[in-house]
T-cell receptor
Framework: GQNIDQPTEMTATEGAIVQINCTYQ??????LFWYQQHAGEAPTFLSY????GLEEKGRFSSFLSRSKGYSYLLLKELQMKDSASYLC??????????FGAGTTVTVRA | NAGVMQNPRHLVRRRGQEARLRCSPM?????VYWYRQLPEEGLKFMVY????????ESGMPKERFSAEFPKEGPSILRIQQVVRGDSAAYFC?????????????FGPGTRLTVL
């Protein structure tokens, strides 16, 4: 089975940095994905990690440690529009994505 | 707009009616996945289809639910005799390469409410 854990909520101030952690226990591993989902909208692809290390893409970075079953998404220079739910998803040995329940990030002025 | 399209965006049905949800994958994509999202829960995999083939329907309830992806036209998720517990957001995703490699891109979802 798959078990994906991430915090339920986080709050941060505009311009700050927030780190969203994700731990997973899965039968097989073929990549970890982060998606952003605004209320009532589609999950939007943010990043993909399959090898250990940090992937940087503008203000967003994602890190993976396969041996620890751990990833984080780092959001820098927070903007009000970054208020959303952030979904951690793991792909096992097949094609199915197993999702965590999501972390709701609230950015305050 | 070359993104994944879903319609309707909102669907209201009474108990016992049928719900048909449609998904047009991103242009050039031939792999389609359906997920269901219940309030306060993560997305749960339901079914994976390629054109004219159901590859994996292990996440779909055995009764009342069916899915297809015909040679022409959108993928359809069909729920017969809906019950209140079917109320959820149903998301479709598509990928361009084989399911174990491609990134899945999501549509805006259909929010089904069963009265």
């Amino acid at each position: 089975g798959q078990n994906i854990d991430q915090p339920t909520e986080m709050t941060a101030t505009e311009g700050a940095i927030v780190q969203i952690n994700c731990t997973y226990q899965t039968s097989g591993f073929n990549g970890l994905f982060w998606y952003q989902q605004h209320a009532g909208e589609a999950p939007t692809f943010l990043s993909y990690n399959v090898l250990d290390g940090l992937e940087e893409k503008g203000r967003f970075s994602s890190f993976l440690s396969r041996s620890k079953g751990y990833s984080y998404l780092l959001l820098k220079e927070l903007q009000m529009k970054d208020s959303a739910s952030y979904l951690c998803a793991v792909r096992g040995n097949d094609y199915k994505l197993s999702f965590g329940a999501g972390t709701t990030v609230t950015v305050r002025a | 707009n070359a993104g994944v399209m879903q319609n309707p965006r909102h669907l209201v049905r009474r108990r016992g009616q049928e719900a048909r949800l449609r998904c047009s994958p991103m242009k050039g994509h031939s792999h389609v996945y359906w997920y269901r999202q219940l309030p306060e829960e993560g997305l749960k995999f339901m079914v994976y289809l390629q054109k004219e083939n159901i590859i994996d329907e292990s996440g779909m309830p055995k009764e009342r639910f069916s899915a297809e992806f015909p040679k022409e036209g959108p993928s359809i998720l069909r729920i017969q005799q809906v019950v209140r517990g079917d109320s959820a957001a149903y998301f479709c995703a598509s990928s361009g390469t084989s399911g174990s490699q491609g990134t899945q891109y999501f549509g805006p979802g259909t929010r089904l409410t069963v009265l």
